[in-house]
């Protein structure tokens, strides 16, 4: 039986006619979701206030035929919820998306309870797209997502050595991170990021120009979040304005070499044509320059 996936939007609001093309195109594809009596209540550019937002998302987690809770899309506004959330309530079950939920999937590990790193539920239009290799790539991490929920983990994946610090393969440890800006924007609040001792730090961003990409980077790595980091693998950066010949490797080694932190590149991970879900504090191994997903 196919699980049944509740939807909530944390986040920026959606045009509904998007989230009916995207839940037509799920179910074409076998994935049934479940919109609650108001999903959004638009104030200002957000889905909701904090209280409409908050309930919805208690909500989806108390309803007992819910096994998934799947975000609706990202934008902003997750961080107005991860210090309201009554997370005694919430059952174990997996929250779903990318992009500004990475600061709800860091606080969903740190409370014991499963995430998901993966497409947004309005993403499944691209199950309809013109372009044949969207068409594929979503159909890909879509059934990598219901494989994950049914217990299976994604293949490895190639991985490209960017870094000039000194390696350490294999290592292993729980990979984490997200959206670099959301991250970085939770720094020296309570919802601060900080990768768990060993950690693999996955990264990705998009449609912001490489200053502003240094800045956020150079915040998480002052603010300590990356001290007890193993290595950072780079998804995609869609969209993100380099500056003159300015390599994104490059941006990266100039503050995590001092540091000795090993940089890998060449994730399918992020904004792009692909988005591999993983979950989210889960083991992995970096070997050979592969990224092995072990749980």
Not at 12 to 28: K, M, N, V
Not at 37 to 53: E, F, M
Not at 76 to 97: F, M, N, Q, S, V
Not at 241 to 247: H, I, K, Q, S
């Amino acid at each position: 039986m196919s699980p049944i996936f509740s939807l909530i939007a944390p986040a920026s609001f959606t045009r509904p006619e998007i989230l009916e093309q995207a839940a037509e195109a799920l179910q074409q594809f076998g994935i049934q979701v479940r919109f609650p009596a108001q999903l959004q209540k638009q104030q200002r550019y957000l889905a909701g206030d904090v209280d409409h937002r908050l309930a919805a998302l208690h909500d989806a987690y108390a309803d007992p035929q819910t096994d998934a809770v799947w975000a609706v899309r990202g934008g902003y506004g997750c961080a107005h919820l991860a210090t309201e959330i009554d997370w005694d309530r919430l059952p174990p079950k997996p929250l779903i998306g990318y992009s500004d939920l990475s600061v709800l999937l860091d606080q969903c590990h740190r409370h014991g309870l499963p995430a998901i790193h993966g497409p947004v539920m309005k993403e499944g239009v691209k199950l309809i797209a013109d372009d044949a290799d969207l068409r594929a790539a979503s159909r890909r991490d879509l059934g990598a997502l219901l494989a994950l929920l049914e217990g299976r983990v994604p293949e490895a994946v190639p991985l490209n050595s960017a870094s000039t610090a000194l390696t350490t393969d294999p290592l292993e440890g729980p990979l984490v991170g997200g959206n670099l800006a959301t991250l970085a924007s939770v720094a020296g609040t309570p919802l601060a990021f900080r990768a768990p001792p060993g950690a693999i730090v996955v990264l990705e961003d998009v449609g912001e120009p490489y200053y502003r990409l240094e800045r956020d980077l150079w915040q998480l790595v002052y603010s300590g979040a990356l001290d007890d980091a193993a290595a950072v693998c780079i998804g995609t950066f869609e969209g993100c304005t380099p500056y003159g010949d300015l390599r994104i490797e490059t941006l990266f080694e100039t503050w995590l070499a001092p540091r000795a932190l090993p940089l890998y590149t060449g994730l399918p991970i992020g904004h792009g044509r692909d988005n591999l879900p993983w979950r989210y504090g889960s083991k992995a191994r970096i070997d050979a320059n592969r990224l092995h997903f072990l749980n």
